[in-house]
């Protein structure tokens, strides 16, 4: 064998066996790779369940915190109604046997359907204290609230009747009627007292107006942070949907209502055309 095809055959070999060990290193690297991102693989994924994990646990105690403030905020709201009723309402009764026939229906109509809404929402709140003595995270109630929707429509007439019932107030404090005065006077001795919860009358009175629209925003929290598969998930959706219709509903009546009111006192300042 000549010198020259010798050279060439080990130069060739020399390529042969760097290529094979550039394979092999290659191979190798790869399978590196490969279990490196395997062990990442498990670690997001193992990362991405604690984190469901995570959320699901926080959506429950978010959840837990806004059915007991339903539950709070309905207690404190009927128990204020039940101090209209008590300190307002059933006395007035007993002072309106000593005025006028006239006279006495205004002053009862300030106070609307007061004591229905409060009777009403006495027995809803008794129908939901089970939850409060025995809570798990799987507790089911909006079945129950869902039975109660339609009744909520009887804050309709109280809230339509709300602003007339106000300028009423007004009236009685301002005017010179003997057997306003009285009232009035009696009015104005329980404002600010223990009896009114230091509030004026106005401010208690306010207070189912402010109600209907509160049930709507704890709805549209107890749907967020309540799992898709959680048992009641569907019953809050449909209260929350229907929640939001009473609002609209209630809204447009009062909206009609003051309206009418306005082309009323229009009619009756500039006489009808």
């Not at 905020?73 to 204020?80: A, D, L, P, Q, W």
């Not at 004591?115 to 929402?121: D, S, W, Y």
């Not at 009285?182 to 001795?189: D, E, H, L, T």
Request: proline fraction near 3%; hydrophobic fraction near 40%.
């Amino acid at each position: 064998m000549s010198k020259e095809l010798k050279s060439e055959l080990d130069i060739l070999s020399n390529e042969m066996q760097l290529k094979s060990f550039s394979l092999y290193s290659d191979q190798q690297n790869l399978e590196k790779i490969v279990k490196i991102q395997k062990f990442f693989r498990k670690k997001s994924r193992k990362k991405e369940k604690y984190l469901n994990i995570s959320k699901i646990i926080k959506n429950l105690r978010y959840r837990k915190r806004i059915v007991m403030e339903l539950l709070q905020t309905e207690e404190i709201f009927i128990n204020n109604l039940t101090l209209i009723v008590n300190n307002l309402v059933t006395p007035l009764k007993t002072k309106c046997l000593q005025i006028s026939e006239e006279s006495s229906k205004m002053l009862m109509s300030i106070f609307s359907n007061i004591e229905p809404i409060k009777n009403f929402n006495e027995k809803l709140f008794k129908k939901l204290s089970f939850i409060s003595k025995n809570y798990h995270h799987n507790v089911v109630f909006g079945n129950i609230m869902l039975e109660h929707l339609p009744f909520f429509k009887l804050y309709y007439v109280y809230c339509n009747e709300f602003e007339k019932n106000n300028n009423l107030i007004m009236k009685i404090k301002n005017e010179n009627n003997p057997e306003f005065k009285i009232i009035a006077q009696w009015f104005a001795s329980l404002e600010y007292t223990p009896a009114l919860k230091n509030l004026d009358l106005n401010s208690m009175l306010v207070m189912p107006v402010q109600r209907l629209p509160k049930y709507v925003l704890l709805f549209k929290d107890l749907v967020k942070h309540t799992e898709e598969c959680h048992p009641d998930h569907a019953y809050l959706k449909k209260c929350l949907a229907m929640f939001i219709e009473i609002n609209e509903e209630n809204n447009q009546k009062m909206n009609a209502y003051l309206k009418n009111i306005k082309i009323f006192e229009l009619q009756n300042l500039y006489g009808k055309s």
